[in-house]
């Protein structure tokens, strides 16, 4: 979690969030692309995970200055949280982690668990007018899934408008607290059966909330993946429609 609160300035423009990019570098770069150069970018962390480049991920994501936090997978990677060793085949933790440059790693575990945005909606004001909470899972649970119908059952952050979370991999929006819960979805490995590369967008002036999705050659990152060896289940769900 931030100690200090990110103050962004007014851009008169929406923030745009991403979420579960899981080193899927052509989802990842079709978003970006997608995005305008000057925007303000927040990811909700699992940056890592599942697929094939990892190091190339981070650089992107550092050299775009994406705000990031840490996802779960990101934890896994770092050692900072654990998971079943039957897992790995699909996870691909051991492999990410002996992939990564020292610098991508350092970089990785520098990023917070969570993150607090304030900005404002009007060049000319001075007072924050409107806050985010990223968060992965939940506020308090990386691990944990937040979906359009599970039950809240954490205290909503104080002074927040908007709650953004990831690791369900669906996009969603729902009112929830006093504010509400965004999740953009995941740029990696969609998993709502619509292929593409998911994320959204929040405009602080006319607090709306926007969603998108970015379409890269899935059929030849899905080649790449089979002659690097990622476990069939992982690749046929970037297309899944059914």
């Not at 002074?159 to 819960?181: E, F, K, S, W």
């Amino acid at each position: 979690m931030s100690s200090l609160p990110l103050l962004l300035p007014y851009r008169g423009a929406p923030v745009y969030i991403i979420a579960d990019v899981h080193a899927n570098l052509p989802a990842l770069q079709a978003v970006l692309d997608s995005i305008p150069p000057s925007a303000d970018i927040v990811c909700a962390g699992d940056l890592l995970g599942y697929y094939t480049e990892p190091n190339e991920v981070c650089q992107l994501l550092r050299e775009r200055k994406v705000h990031c936090i840490k996802g779960n997978h990101d934890k896994y990677v770092l050692g900072e949280l654990s998971y079943s060793d039957s897992r790995e085949s699909k996870y691909r933790i051991q492999s990410t982690r002996e992939s990564l440059t020292d610098e991508n790693l350092k970089w990785l575990s520098s990023l917070p668990d969570a993150l607090e945005l304030r900005f404002s909606t009007d060049e000319k004001s001075t007072p924050v007018d409107t806050a985010l909470y990223v968060a992965h899972g939940s506020p308090h649970n990386a691990e944990e899934y937040i979906y359009k119908d599970t039950e809240i059952g954490f205290a909503w952050p104080d002074a927040m408008d908007y709650l953004v979370l990831g690791h369900t991999h669906h996009p969603m929006q729902r009112p929830a607290g006093a504010g509400i819960i965004v999740n953009p979805g995941s740029v990696g490995q969609a998993r709502d059966r619509i292929p593409g590369a998911c994320y959204a967008s929040i405009d602080a002036h006319s607090r709306t909330v926007e969603f998108f999705r970015a379409n890269y050659d899935i059929d030849a990152y899905k080649n790449r993946l089979r002659e690097a060896g990622i476990q069939e289940a992982m690749i046929e769900i970037l297309s899944r429609t059914a």
